[in-house]
Nanobody, 120 residues
Framework: QVQLVESGGDLVQPGGSLRLSCAAS????????MDWFRQAPGQQREFVAR???????NYADSVKGRFTISRDNAKKTVYLQMNSLKPEDTAVYFC??????????????WGQGTQVTVSS
């Protein structure tokens, strides 16, 4: 009923920037919260950033001051602007969200991920 599609991942040099997008589709009436997570090879998936319905944002310590999460409600899309990228930011980035549909709420919907590689 709800699909999340991430895009924007790429190969970038250290110090570079990328903007990831997560587009939600389906009979969505409102978005309660959207998170970005990432998973590096051989590691557990970890929280990166959150934005809630009232605009509250929260970041992992490792990305504070470098990454910015934002949203476009009309497009049902959340963005992750990543600046000053480091090799340790290399990972598959996933979005995850909670949504209000017409007759029910759905929680913990995942996208398929987009690869970010930071390397010279």
């Amino acid at each position: 009923q709800v699909q999340l599609v991430e895009s924007g991942g790429d190969l970038v040099q250290p110090g570079g920037s990328l903007r990831l997008s997560c587009a939600a589709s389906g009979s969505i009436e409102s978005i309660y919260r959207m998170d970005w997570f990432r998973q590096a090879p051989g590691q557990q998936r970890e929280f990166v950033a959150r934005i809630t319905s009232n605009g509250y944002t929260n970041y992992a310590d490792s990305v504070k001051g470098r990454f910015t999460i934002s949203r476009d409600n009309a497009k049902k899309t959340v963005y992750l602007q990543m600046n000053s990228l480091k090799p340790e930011d290399t990972a598959v980035y996933f979005c995850n969200g909670d949504f209000q549909l017409q007759f029910e709420a759905v929680y913990g919907i995942w996208g398929q991920g987009t690869q970010v590689t930071v390397s010279s």
